[in-house]
Every structure is written in C-alpha cells, then in structure tokens.
C-alpha cells in the first residue's frame, strides 16, 4: 500500500483522511489497518514515532460509520476504547481522531484524572462513540456506574508496556472483566515484554502479530550524538546548541525540580521556555504542550512523564540534559523526534564519571552513540584549556561546535 487512498474504506474515510493531510501510510500503518479492517484482532510491536495512533484510528472510524454492523443490534452507545497511559496522550489521540472525524461523527469523550469530571461526564451522556481513557479514572467510573460498555466492539490497548510499567495492569484486568468478550481488541507496544504477553493470551483471540525493527534502538532517522560535559558547563553548552536550533526542541530532565530550575535559566537566557511534569496542574500541562505544538515556546523541558506523553510531529532536537535512569528509557525519548520519516537529531550529556553508564546503554541496546569530541569543554572550560597557548590580549576563546564557525575578536 503506498497511499491511504489504496484502503478498502469508505470516500468519506478517504476525504478525511486526505484533509487532515495524510498521504503516505508509515509501514506500521500500512501494515496494521488492512488486518483491523478485517475484524482481525492485532498485536504490533515498533519503535516510539513510527504512526500507531492512527493505524488504529481508522479502523474505529470505518467501525462507527457502519450503520448496521453485523451481529449489532443497535448503533448507538460506545463503540470503542481506547486505553493510554497518561492525559496528555489521551487527549492527543482524541486530537487526532477530531481532526480526522469531520461532521458525520461525533466527538471522543476523554476520561483521565485531572480535569473537569462533570465534563467528561457530560461527553459521555452526549451519547460519545469513542472513549479514549487512562484506566485509573476509566476504573473508577465504572465503580461508580457511571459508564456502561453493553455494545462495544473494538478495544484498543495503546502503549501497554508503559501502562504496565505505571502499574496498571490491575485496572486494565478490571477494566476488561466488565468489557463484552465478542470484539475486537488491538495491543499496539514499544516492546513485548513478559505481562504484556499475558495480556495477549488472556484478552487477545489469534492475534495478527506485526514487528517492525528494533523496539529497543531508535529509528535510524535520529542522530545520536553524546557530548561529555560537566556539571557546570551542561547549561552553557544547551543554550549553544538551542542557539543554532531553529526547530522545536524537547529537554529531558531526571527530577521534577531539576526541569523547572533549568526552565527558568532558559527562559532568563531569552529561550521561550515551558515546563511539563508531575507535579504541574493539568491546566498547566496544557497549556505547556498546546503552547509547543503551536510554536508559542520553542523549547519544553519535561521529565519522563513526557517520553510517550508526548506526540509532536516536528520536534527537531530532542536534548537528554540529564542521562536516564534505564537504557530503555533513552529510547522513548529519542523517538519524540524523527517522526513520520522526519529527520531528528538527539543529543546525550554526560559527565566524565557517567563514561561507563553510556558505555552500559551502548551494550544493552546495541548501539553506538557518537562523540562530539570538540563540543565536550563548555565556554569557561575551553578558556581555561587553552589559555596558555593564547597570545597577550586575546579577550575570548571557544570551542566551536560541529559544523559551527566562530570567529573572535583580537586586540593585539
């Protein structure tokens, strides 16, 4: 299949689709939705970035569409589930399938903690087709009867590693005892890790399986690039590098306090900056993500909660300011960039003690992660290097970074 109009899906899916500026399917893609269109339950496996939100997305729209589906007595009530790990992918996939949808469907209701529940609420006595849900808060409704699932047909487990991960699985076991056993249920996972192979053979009937490269190495569309540097040169070197960055550029930090101190640094140093983690409000983490997507802050410093959370098709470079705790974990931030066959670049900072735990996430994912040599000496550190060597009266030195010309100004 080389485009979506190869599909055997309605006009309307195929107008939609071509409105929402979709052309070329990614493998995943092409891949996956022909088996779900068949009724076929299916377990995928791919690196983070290569398209899996919607290859289910539009099965579940052909599944609404149909008017009078076999074996349905009615076509009202929810039709299809969709768990995420975290709100904010929640409601990037309800943003997906909006501008997608168009007129002849309704809009997803969205349940996760966080944010207004009377609206959520409200979105499901609407009569919403599609939930897109976290399974804490999905739990807790179904305790308290405030949502039903008498005719739902399909069953998507978005991201089950990581829901698993998060601890989830308890809920999603309650979840599922609740859900109606003749459906359709698609598992889509960065790995396939020993509980999510029991989710398969508890909840899945003769999956399709589809495995598409190393879950656990990035997509080769993303440079990686490690620069050694110490603790007091990382925020020099980060803005040199945000400096000759004219893309959007996504920060990781390990600590909730560590993303908002280096936010503010930044956002002093005149970079439009915004922060996202656990402990900002909803609204907040909104506001943040809204305010990237739309180019308002050109660069977001996050924590891990942001490593699947977040799915921005253009962020350029994405910048480990501080090294993950698992190697696995480098991955899913790695694929924030190098999107839907973009090219991304992602940089590592490491200092000279943390030479051996790169040399460990080398090995465990079997990959080699190039050094940037040049780049290594932050500003006070290249002068200090080299001073000896500089004549009277020079005012400046820098090392300059790959591909960067400096020029510095001499008083003889």
Same mark, same amino acid.
């Given at each position: 299949?080389?485009? +979506?109009?190869? #599909?055997?899906?309605?006009?309307?899916?195929?107008?939609? %689709?071509?409105?929402?500026?979709?052309? /070329?399917?990614?493998?995943?893609?092409?891949?996956?939705?022909?088996?779900?269109?068949?009724?076929?339950?299916?377990?995928?496996?791919?690196?983070?970035?290569?398209?899996?939100? #919607?290859?289910?997305?539009?099965?579940?729209?052909?599944?609404?569409?149909?008017?009078?589906?076999?074996?349905?007595?009615?076509?009202?009530?929810?039709?299809?589930?969709?768990?995420?790990?975290?709100?904010?992918?929640?409601?990037?996939?309800?943003?997906?399938?909006?501008?997608?949808?168009?007129?002849?469907?309704?809009?997803?209701?969205?349940?996760?903690?966080?944010?207004?529940?009377?609206?959520?609420?409200?979105?499901?006595?609407?009569?919403?087709?599609?939930?897109?849900?976290?399974?804490?808060?999905?739990? &807790?409704?179904?305790?308290?009867?405030?949502?039903?699932?008498?005719? #739902? @047909?399909?069953?998507?487990? &978005?991201?089950?590693?990581?829901?698993?991960?998060?601890?989830?699985?308890?809920?999603?076991?309650?979840?599922?005892?609740?859900?109606?056993?003749?459906?359709?249920?698609?598992?889509?996972?960065?790995?396939?890790?020993?509980?999510?192979?029991?989710?398969?053979?508890?909840?899945?009937?003769?999956?399709?399986?589809?495995?598409?490269?190393?879950?656990?190495?990035?997509? =080769?569309?993303?440079?990686?690039?490690?620069?050694?540097?110490?603790?007091?040169?990382?925020?020099?070197?980060?803005?040199?590098?945000?400096?000759?960055?004219?893309?959007?550029?996504?920060?990781?930090?390990?600590?909730?306090?560590?993303?908002?101190?280096?936010?503010?640094?930044?956002?002093?140093?005149? +970079?439009?900056?915004?922060? %996202?983690?656990?402990?900002?409000?909803?609204?907040? @983490?909104?506001?943040?993500?809204?305010?990237?997507?739309?180019?308002?802050? @050109?660069?977001?410093?996050?924590?891990?909660?942001?490593?699947?959370?977040? $799915?921005?098709?253009?962020?350029? $470079?994405?910048?480990?300011?501080?090294?993950? =705790?698992?190697?696995?974990?480098?991955? $899913?931030?790695?694929?924030? /960039?190098?999107?839907?066959?973009?090219?991304?670049?992602?940089?590592?900072?490491?200092?000279?003690?943390?030479?051996? &735990?790169?040399?460990?996430?080398?090995?465990?994912?079997?990959?080699?992660?190039?050094?940037?040599? &040049?780049?290594?000496?932050?500003?006070?550190?290249?002068?200090? $290097?080299?001073?000896?060597?500089?004549?009277?009266?020079?005012?400046?030195?820098?090392?300059?970074?790959?591909? =960067? +010309? #400096?020029?510095?100004?001499?008083?003889?």
């Amino acid at each position: 299949m080389q485009t +979506f109009s190869e #599909l055997p899906i309605s006009q309307y899916s195929k107008d939609r %689709i071509a409105a929402a500026r979709f052309a /070329t399917p990614t493998p995943v893609q092409a891949a996956a939705i022909p088996q779900a269109l068949l009724g076929k339950d299916v377990l995928a496996t791919a690196q983070t970035g290569t398209g899996k939100t #919607l290859a289910f997305l539009i099965p579940i729209m052909e599944q609404l569409l149909q008017k009078d589906a076999p074996g349905v007595v009615a076509s009202s009530g929810i039709a299809a589930l969709v768990l995420v790990p975290t709100r904010e992918l929640a409601m990037q996939v309800a943003e997906v399938y909006d501008a997608l949808r168009g007129r002849q469907l309704g809009p997803a209701a969205v349940v996760v903690g966080g944010i207004s529940e009377e609206r959520q609420l409200t979105a499901l006595r609407r009569g919403a087709r599609l939930v897109v849900a976290t399974p804490g808060r999905l739990e &807790d409704f179904l305790e308290r009867k405030l949502v039903q699932f008498r005719g #739902l @047909r399909i069953l998507v487990l &978005d991201e089950a590693d990581r829901m698993l991960d998060m601890g989830f699985l308890p809920a999603i076991r309650r979840i599922a005892s609740v859900l109606p056993t003749k459906r359709q249920t698609m598992c889509f996972s960065a790995t396939l890790e020993a509980s999510v192979a029991h989710l398969v053979h508890d909840y899945m009937k003769q999956p399709v399986r589809l495995a598409f490269g190393s879950t656990l190495k990035p997509i =080769e569309s993303v440079r990686l690039q490690a620069f050694e540097v110490s603790s007091t040169g990382k925020l020099e070197l980060l803005q040199r590098l945000l400096a000759k960055e004219s893309g959007l550029c996504l920060v990781f930090t390990r600590t909730k306090r560590g993303a908002d101190r280096l936010a503010m640094s930044l956002t002093r140093e005149g +970079f439009s900056t915004a922060t %996202i983690h656990g402990n900002r409000s909803q609204s907040q @983490r909104t506001a943040a993500l809204t305010g990237f997507q739309k180019g308002r802050y @050109r660069v977001l410093v996050a924590t891990d909660l942001a490593s699947r959370g977040i $799915h921005v098709e253009n962020i350029a $470079h994405v910048v480990n300011y501080d090294l993950p =705790e698992v190697a696995e974990d480098l991955i $899913h931030r790695v694929g924030r /960039t190098g999107r839907a066959g973009n090219e991304g670049i992602a940089s590592i900072f490491i200092g000279r003690e943390q030479r051996s &735990d790169l040399m460990q996430i080398e090995r465990t994912l079997g990959i080699r992660i190039e050094r940037v040599q &040049d780049a290594s000496l932050p500003q006070r550190q290249a002068r200090a $290097h080299i001073a000896p060597r500089m004549k009277a009266g020079v005012k400046s030195a820098m090392v300059a970074l790959e591909g =960067e +010309f #400096l020029q510095t100004q001499m008083e003889l």
